[in-house]
């Protein structure tokens, strides 16, 4: 089996880490053989070199740079794949006239998000509904992403994200995590946390709201807050400077599983008005670490949280519910075990590494033997 992925980057986000995981466990079978085409030469997960996987770089000069349909079918052309595996919008556009001359099969998977603006201003929705008639198979992370940008029950498939659980061993030791953004252990304080993209798709504006309100109720609590990007400094600006010690923003950590481990509680706020969720790789490493969440209903945010099993959804922009829910696992240490038992089952059953892999191994094999 020869599989060709093409994806538009690998920097740091969670499509990326799913596919550099996915060749990771992917590497360790010799009956599969494969090959990567990117389209940006920024790197973040370095795992791939340690791979070994042959990698095209398919730079584009412009916007409207037509060279790389070209360049993409001499790498087919010469790999010969039995597979075009896309993973975004953009490369499911340049790969269809290649796997429509070549004859490959194309998996098209693209669908990592639930879509609120459906229509021309949405260049994803745009795209989907180009490249759906051209795709020999639609595969989403999410069952809510696939329904809602219409792909075919007949030509989609689910395959949820995959963790190497071997992420969360060997961590740095909790009380050191503590003293290096504290100054001290955190036996008596309780920390929430997200880890996001600090983008207008993210909900941090209801989050700080709720948490000047608790940090203010109550003297033990915590929140960390993790991620980097444009709205950074202006959400970090509405936190009085008194405050900074209890809301505490961390910017981008390489070492954000340590960092969850001291969490007793994960958030995942979403601005619904702009963005729908697939599956989350926050969510799923909250519930790997055993860490209860709370998460903004919607998307395939329902698919990860069941509310008061293993956390709690709430309404998009509603602080009352985000204070409510943070109380009650807060007062409720049972509860909070409970759920973060719950969790981890669930990471375990659903969303293993080993599973996602086996997901698409089987999906190929089909997808080869079909006429």
Known sequence: ?????????????????????????????????????????????????????????????????????????????????????????????????????????????????????????????????????????????????LAAYGASPKKSACVYNGMDFSRFENLKDPSSVSRDIFGDTTEKLFIAGMVAAFED???????????????????????????????????????????????????????????????DLGILLTNSKVHGEGISNSLIEYLALGKPAIATRGGGTNEVIIDGKNGYLITSGNETEVVEKITTVMQNGKLKKEMGNCGLRMAREKFDLKIMAQNYISIYNKLIKRK
């Open 1 to 145: 089996m020869k599989i060709l992925f093409f994806i538009d980057s690998l920097q740091a986000g969670g499509k990326e880490r799913r596919l550099t995981e996915l060749m990771k466990e992917l590497s360790k079978d010799p009956s599969v053989k494969f090959e990567l085409v990117v389209m940006n030469k920024e790197i973040h997960y370095k795992q791939i070199f340690d791979i070994g996987v042959p990698i095209h770089f398919l730079i584009r000069k412009t916007k409207k740079d037509l060279s790389v349909f070209e360049k993409f079918y001499k790498v087919c052309r010469d790999f010969g794949p039995d597979i075009v595996h896309c993973w975004d919008s953009m490369t499911a556009l340049y790969a269809i006239p290649t796997c429509k001359i070549l004859r490959i099969k194309l998996v098209n998977g693209m669908v990592v998000d639930t879509p609120v603006k459906k229509g021309l201003s949405n260049k994803h929705w745009l795209r989907a509904k180009i490249t759906f008639p051209f795709s020999d198979l639609i595969i989403g992370n999410s069952n809510a992403g």
């Open 201 to 263: 798709r993210k909900d941090y504006k209801t989050l700080i709201k709720a948490a000047k309100t608790l940090a203010a109720d109550y003297d033990n609590i915590r929140f960390l807050l993790i991620g980097d990007g444009s709205n950074f400094d202006e959400i970090k600006d509405t936190v009085p400077p008194l405050l900074l010690k209890k809301i505490v923003f961390l910017g981008r950590r390489s070492d954000v599983e340590s960092i969850i481990n001291i969490f």
